[in-house]
C-alpha cells in the first residue's frame, strides 16, 4: 500500500503505474474520495470542539451540535470504505527497468544459461515418462482430488524430497532461517501481501472461518512478523519456508491444463527477505536471491534462462520482477520455475512491519521474496533433459546423495 499522501503529491506516477500494469482504478475519484473524507472528518471534529466548549446553560445548542454530528457519521462512515476498497486497489510503482508489456509474451530476456539437450530420438513428454517409469498417477489423482489432481510414485516421491534437501542445505549455506510454514492464513495475511483483493478468485476461502489457503509461503512468513518493530542491527532478516501450497488457478482456464506444470497442490520453499528502507538495498537483495535460484538450476545442470517480467505481468505491489525459466524440450520453450520480486515498502505498510533505525526513526521495511525450489513442477524439466533413447531419466549428479546413490531411473515392467 502506498501512503495518501504520496499518491495525492504524485497522482500521475499512480495513474502511469496503472497504465503500465494494465489495471483498472480511478485515481481522480479516489482523490475525490480522499477529499470528501478529510472535509468530514474535519467537519466532525470541529462540531465536537464546538460541543465541548458548551457550559450547561447552552444545553439546547448542543443536542443540535449532537444531531448534526450524528448525521454526518453515517455519511463519513461511507465515504470511508469507498476510500479503503480504491486503496487496496492502488500500484505499486514499477521501477524505470520494467519494460512494457501486456502479458508474459513480452517479458525481456536477459541472460541464457546452459546447453538444450541434443537428442538423436523424439523425445518423450513428461507425462509419458511418468507413467512409463511409475513415478506418478494422474488418472487416479484426478479420481480423488478432481481437476489437475496426482499422486507422485516411487522416485519421483524420493527426488522430491531430495530438491527439498539440496534447496534447504543451499539456503542454510547462506545464513537464512529455515522455518516450515502454515498454509492456512487468516484474511490479514493476504491483504497484506496483496493477494487480497484483486486476487481473490485464486485463493480458497475456508467456509465459515477468517481463514485462507495460502498460495505461497510469502503469505505466512510475511504475517509472521505483523506489527513489528525491528532494530536496524537485525537488518537484513533472511527467512526460508517450505509450505504446502494451494492455488484455484481461476485465470488460466485452458492453460497447460495436461501433467504437473500447473496444480491446485503442491510443495515449495520460499525465500523472504525483509531489508532497510532503501532502494538499493532491495536491489542488491533481489539480485542476490535471484543468484541463489540461479545456482541451484546450475546444480541441477538445466538449461535454463532469466526474463525481466513486463508491466502488465507485474503483480499489484511489485517494483519489479525476474522470472526464472527452465527448457522444456517436447514444448520447445522455457518453463517457468521462480519468481523473484521486490515491494519496498509496499507490503509492510499494510502488515505494519517497521524498524527502528540508527537516529532512532520509526521505518516500514522493505520486503522481498523469490522460489528456492517448487515441486513437483520442477520434475517436468528434469525428467525431460535427461532422459535416455530407452526411455530411462538420468539422475542428477547433485541429487543422487539423497537418493541412496540411484545414478538411472528405468522403465517399469
Not at 503505474?17 to 475525490?32: G, P, Q
Request: proline residues 4%; hydrophobic residues 35%.
Amino acid at each position: 500500500m502506498l501512503s495518501i499522501n504520496f499518491i495525492r503529491n504524485n497522482p500521475k506516477k499512480i495513474k502511469d503505474a496503472v497504465s503500465k500494469k494494465h489495471m483498472k482504478l480511478d485515481v481522480d475519484r479516489l482523490l475525490e474520495v480522499d477529499e470528501k473524507r478529510r472535509e468530514y472528518i474535519q467537519k466532525i471534529e470541529e462540531l465536537q470542539a464546538e460541543k465541548n466548549k458548551l457550559g450547561k446553560e447552552k444545553r439546547e445548542k448542543a443536542k443540535e451540535i449532537k444531531k448534526e454530528i450524528k448525521k454526518l457519521k453515517p455519511k463519513l462512515d461511507n465515504i470511508k470504505e469507498e476510500y479503503k476498497k480504491l486503496m487496496l486497489q492502488v500500484p505499486n510503482i514499477p521501477d524505470d527497468s520494467v519494460p512494457k508489456g501486456e502479458d508474459d509474451s513480452d517479458n525481456k530476456e536477459i541472460k541464457k544459461v546452459g546447453e538444450k539437450p541434443d537428442f538423436d530420438f523424439k523425445p518423450k513428454s513428461h507425462i509419458e515418462l511418468l507413467k512409463l517409469l511409475n513415478l506418478a498417477d494422474l488418472e487416479r489423482g484426478s479420481k480423488v482430488s478432481g481437476f489437475r489432481g496426482y499422486f507422485l510414485k516411487n522416485e519421483a516421491v524420493l527426488m522430491v524430497m531430495a530438491l527439498w534437501k539440496l534447496a534447504i542445505g543451499a539456503l542454510l549455506d547462506k545464513d537464512f532461517e529455515i522455518f516450515e510454514a502454515p498454509a492456512l492464513v487468516k484474511e490479514d495475511g493476504f491483504l497484506g501481501t496483496g493477494w487480497l483483493p484483486l486476487n481473490k478468485k485464486e485463493v480458497y476461502k475456508i467456509e465459515g472461518e477468517d481463514l485462507y489457503l495460502a498460495g505461497t509461503a510469502e503469505v505466512p512468513m510475511m504475517a509472521y512478523r505483523q506489527n513489528e518493530i525491528l532494530d536496524s542491527d537485525d537488518l537484513p532478516i533472511k527467512m526460508a519456508a517450505i509450505s504446502s501450497c494451494y492455488r484455484s488457478e481461476a485465470g488460466s482456464y485452458g492453460k497447460d491444463t495436461k501433467g504437473i506444470y500447473r496444480l491446485h497442490e503442491f510443495r515449495k520453499i520460499e525465500q523472504v527477505i525483509l531489508c532497510k528502507s532503501d532502494h538499493e538495498e532491495s536491489v542488491k537483495w533481489h539480485e542476490n536471491i535471484t543468484k541463489n535460484s540461479e545456482e541451484l538450476m546450475q546444480k541441477l545442470e538445466l538449461p535454463y534462462r532469466v526474463v525481466a517480467n513486463c508491466g502488465g505481468d507485474l503483480g499489484q505491489g511489485q517494483v519489479k520482477k525476474y522470472d526464472i525459466e527452465a527448457w522444456i524440450p517436447t514444448q520447445n520453450r522455457y518453463g517457468e520455475t521462480h519468481s523473484s520480486s521486490y515491494f519496498h515498502d509496499f507490503q509492510t505498510r499494510r502488515l505494519k512491519i517497521r524498524y527502528r533505525d540508527e537516529n532512532d526513526e520509526i521505518k516500514y521495511v522493505h520486503s522481498l521474496n523469490n522460489t528456492a525450489i517448487a515441486t513437483p513442477r520442477i520434475l517436468i524439466q528434469i525428467l525431460e533433459n535427461n532422459q535416455q533413447k530407452d526411455g530411462s531419466v538420468i539422475i542428477p549428479k547433485v541429487l543422487r546423495k539423497y537418493m541412496g546413490g540411484q545414478k538411472l531411473i528405468t522403465p517399469k515392467k
